[in-house]
């Protein structure tokens, strides 16, 4: 699945995590700590290199208060 800007799926959540990481600032370390993972799995997500599974999708959005949708690229915010 590709969105409007033809990103791969995984490419667009990581985007979306960057930028509210950045706009809530926070490093990527406490985001890390906060999610009960190593700070390089979570950079990883960030720059597309691994796909978030359904419960760290979920915490995620729990911890950025964004929806779902919002992290996919099917809404904005």
């Given at each position: ?28 370390r406490e985001v890390a700590e906060k999610l009960g993972i190593a700070q390089p799995v979570y950079q ?34």
């Amino acid at each position: 699945m590709e969105n409007e800007k033809n990103l791969p799926l995984k490419e667009e959540v990581g985007k979306r995590m960057r930028e509210r990481r950045l706009q809530l600032k926070l490093t990527q370390r406490e985001v890390a700590e906060k999610l009960g993972i190593a700070q390089p799995v979570y950079q990883r997500f960030e720059k597309g290199v691994y796909e978030c599974n359904y419960a760290m999708l979920a915490a995620v959005c729990k911890l950025y208060d964004v929806s779902a949708d919002y992290l996919l690229g099917l809404d904005e915010y």
